[in-house]
């Protein structure tokens, strides 16, 4: 199975960005999906999880700026994050698991690789 995450990049204060998670291997739609994202020196942070049947959840992150959602016929995960601030710089993670709480416990069954967001003027 194989998690790529894709999207990432350098954005200015107030932009958006759109993270992309093709998945491989597997059918997501009995999978729930989670993004998490890390800084250096940090413990790996749930931003937002996604049931198999599309119910969102959402960490300790501002969730008013964050959207999860999922195209199971695309078979990929999606998070958008809105109005960036330099403290969203972080390597973000995709992760899946047929388990909900597979993905809040932190130890999914799935992981990405990761793909770099940096936010700063």
């Known amino acids: 199975v194989q998690l790529v995450e894709s999207g990432g990049g350098f954005v200015q204060p107030g932009g958006s960005l759109r993270l992309s998670c093709a998945v491989s291997?597997?059918?997501?739609?009995?999978?729930?999906m989670g993004w998490f994202r890390q800084t250096p020196g940090k413990q790996r942070e749930l931003v937002a999880v996604?049931?198999?049947?599309?119910?969102?959840y959402y960490g300790n992150t501002e969730k008013a700026r964050f959207t999860i959602s999922r195209d199971n016929a695309n078979n990929t995960a999606y998070l958008e994050i809105r109005s960036l601030k330099p403290e969203d710089t972080a390597v973000y993670y995709c992760?899946?698991?047929?388990?909900?709480?597979?993905?809040?416990?932190?130890?999914?069954?799935?992981w990405g690789q990761g793909t770099q967001v940096t936010v700063s003027s």
């Open positions: 992760a899946a698991d047929r388990l909900f709480s597979g993905i809040v416990s932190r130890q999914p069954k799935f």
């Open positions: 996604i049931s198999s049947t599309g119910g969102p």
């Open positions: 291997g597997r059918i997501i739609s009995d999978y729930t």
